[in-house]
């Protein structure tokens, strides 16, 4: 587990430990975290009030510019890690913790969290199994990227326990009451922003990088039943907001400079704001587990919508973002039937989660230099529903 | 415009004026506004840090039995204000300021915002225009009250500008881009969350004078062209997250203990979650006016579901609630047709707003001691669209 997370990664994260005060901003190497309020004691990274603060948004809103000038001290912190001169290592030393000594919390303080659909197999599948007969895709689908509102209350650090929601379904003559039948994972990529835009101001897609910050893996929990009878006409509500899973480590986009490939609208008739020069997406290797098993590898290379036309439409009437705005891709879901993101597109409704069930999204990319980097996973297990009324 | 903050009401809200340092906590009776801190300060009201912060949000956490102990102090206020004796005149006079000397901000930092669809008439008529031939309601309409999560961080106070917002709206064969030719409003009605739930574990309707802390005007602002293109299958998204104008006022519920009345749900045959024994909503006299000219009155009397079904239907599946979550009725549209909510209701496709119109909610109810109380306007005033691309 402690693969992928080389010098090539540096992923950052909020820690608490029996062997430090307060949360700390942390990165890892290897089976390591790193804590940036002692390195900045140490005089090794600039001394801010970010790094000992319960979210990682104060060091987020700081910008690019401080982003890269951070990560390159981390950077050298790395190679100090292995060098054999003790007096090199010894400035770092007291910084230096064992992964397992410390407890991530939820990374990010989340502004709105907006949902996209941003997977043609996805919204097709999903379209055939909700619509038959129907075109599975929507008019507007390869115009636009279809997105929503989701419940940024009810973000939660992957490691959380999930409680099975309960809720309405259909039923005959009168909807039915009770714990979720049809609980469902979906495989998702997140992106958090960490430069505000001002309302009325379009962050155009060359824009992107100013404003994001850095990807994480996301659990969107999805209640088949409640959020068949709930969805029409304004979409997806109970069915999605009482869980949504995030990994504990947001990797800066720089990491990911080595795995960018074009997406599928590279090349398609786009209106104006959605044209990018080279419209990129992420060579992410994913992986679905239920109970230890893998069930399924999303390949986050099948997306139709880039990262920069996401956030380009979702402010282009001139909704602002804010530090700590979340949003994610939508179910990522590949062409082979092995890579569904979804259970209800793997299994059909043969099978969704037990109580008791784990759920893990783990995810890997292509680094700079050759290795591969790990993205925090996302896991978690089902607990039963309250049993109230 | 002092009419209606006599002492039966004493809203909250935030100001700021050259007058004092900073954002205070401020009531108002009549022309005047009373600066809380400065209360504090005097001895009148506890002293907390609540009073000089940006948002009422502090103060809100504290809870049912802090909010009816500062009302009542208020209320000793309220009458000193018009003491003959010049004493105990001179021990609140450092507190108050002609409201003309403020200026108002946006009383809440806003958590969760989740909008419903809770009038019948509403979403009747709304159903008859976008699904002409079908039943204009869903089938679980009346089942539970249908809503999804809008933007918080458009979220803005009565009196900013909103800037027509541009976006996709259907073409023929390709859709077209441009500022909305549709710009419309909604009167609605907002509740505001106090004290927070835990994740887990519903707010049962009983629960909900424990949780919710006051009421607000909301405008709802909606692009109905591009609110048609994007909507399916996911509902609405950019034609309504470029801004949501609330009043500058929270109004206490205590304030509105005298508007009680039943909701349309009250006999219907509910799930147990959704039973109160008298589900009441409330008797406002809400008006719209476009230009300064009125040109409906929607009765909030006339409303199906209650504020107290509302809360317990969005954490019934364990969905946890924060302090400054905002949960708005929906668009209120009585029987009649002077009394709909929104221009597309009323006008059909003939008229909606204009640069530079201005559109202004008003409220008000029966208060406790006879008098009518007002609810704080929500004014905006539409500015031209960028013209950018």
Chains 1, 2 share one sequence.
Not at 165 to 190: I, K, M, N, T, Y
Not at 244 to 265: C, M
């Amino acid at each position: 587990v402690d693969e992928g997370f080389g010098p090539a990664n540096l992923p950052y994260g909020i820690a608490v430990s029996r062997r430090f005060d307060g949360p700390r901003v942390v990165t890892r190497v290897g089976a390591r975290v790193i804590d940036l309020a002692a390195l900045a004691e140490a005089g090794v990274v600039r001394r801010e009030p970010w790094w000992s603060q319960p979210s990682l948004n104060a060091f987020m809103a700081a910008g690019p510019a401080v982003w890269a000038e951070v990560r390159d001290r981390l950077g050298e912190v790395a190679g100090e890690l292995v060098s054999s001169d003790a007096a090199t290592r010894s400035r770092i030393e007291a910084a230096l913790h064992p992964v397992d000594d410390v407890t991530m919390l939820l990374p990010i303080e989340v502004g709105d969290y907006v949902d996209f659909y941003a997977s043609e197999h996805h919204a097709a599948n999903l379209g055939r199994i909700l619509r038959p007969g129907q075109d599975p895709l929507p008019p507007s689908w390869r115009h636009l990227p279809i997105g929503y509102h989701g419940r940024s209350g009810t973000v939660v650090v992957s490691g959380t326990q999930v409680r099975r929601p309960a809720g309405q379904r259909r039923g005959d003559p009168d909807p039915a009451f009770g714990p979720s039948e049809r609980l469902d994972v979906e495989v998702e990529v997140g992106f958090v922003v960490g430069v505000p835009s001002t309302m009325g101001a379009p962050v155009p897609v060359e824009a992107f990088a100013e404003h994001v910050f850095g990807v994480c893996l996301v659990n969107d929990w999805s209640a088949r039943d409640i959020q068949a009878w709930e969805g029409q006409p304004l979409g997806p509500f109970l069915g999605k907001s009482f869980a949504t899973s995030v990994s504990a480590w947001v990797v800066p986009l720089a990491a990911l400079s080595g795995a960018r490939l074009p997406v599928g609208s590279a090349g398609r008739p786009l209106l104006p704001y959605l044209r990018e020069p080279e419209p990129w997406g992420l060579d992410l290797s994913l992986e679905l587990l239920v109970n230890g098993e893998v069930v399924s590898r999303p390949p986050y290379a099948s997306m139709f919508w880039s990262p920069a036309q996401m956030l380009a439409h979702l402010t282009v009437n001139g909704a602002s973002v804010r530090t700590g705005d979340l949003y994610a891709s939508g179910t990522v879901s590949g062409p082979e039937p092995d890579q569904r993101g979804s259970l209800i597109e793997l299994w059909g409704n043969e099978r969704f989660l037990a109580d008791g069930d784990e759920a893990v999204i783990r995810g890997t990319a292509p680094g700079a230099d050759g290795t591969r980097i790990a993205l925090g996973e996302v896991a978690g297990s089902v607990s039963p529903a309250r049993t109230r009324r």
